[in-house]
């Protein structure tokens, strides 16, 4: 499974950005997919996940209400929408998948993206 994710950029607080994130490889219908990120210093933790029907999400606390993870199947891809963005959400967004249900921990992924780079200057 290959995951590339796109979206990323600079953008001013309270401002918005849609990450999507493709899957290859194989099709995205039985994978629990998650986005992440990683701040400079910080370590890696879970933004948002969805299980592989789509009916089920989880969401951090501080991202409740201001980012929807959503997923097409037939497109294989999982995008993450992030509004009122703040400058706590600067960091580089990982999309990470694994074989059945999601998780909250990111050792428990299977695969990962590379990673695209969000900025919000205040």
């Known amino acids: 499974v290959q995951l590339q994710a796109s979206g990323g950029g600079l953008v001013q607080a309270g401002g918005s950005l849609r990450l999507s994130c493709a899957v290859s490889?194989?099709?995205?219908?039985?994978?629990?997919m998650g986005w992440f990120r990683q701040a400079p210093g910080k370590e890696r933790e879970v933004v948002a996940t969805?299980?592989?029907?789509?009916?089920?999400?989880y969401y951090r606390d501080s991202v409740k209400g201001r980012f929807t993870i959503s997923r097409d199947n037939a497109k294989n891809m999982v995008f993450l929408q992030m509004n009122s963005l703040t400058s706590e959400d600067t960091a580089v967004y990982y999309c990470?998948?694994?074989?059945?249900?999601?998780?909250?921990?990111?050792?428990?992924?299977?695969?990962w993206g590379r990673g695209t780079l969000v900025t919000v200057s205040s």
């Open positions: 990470a998948a694994r074989s059945g249900y999601t998780s909250r921990q990111a050792v428990d992924y299977h695969f």
């Open positions: 490889g194989r099709t995205s219908d039985d994978l629990g």
């Open positions: 969805v299980e592989y029907r789509g009916d089920v999400t």
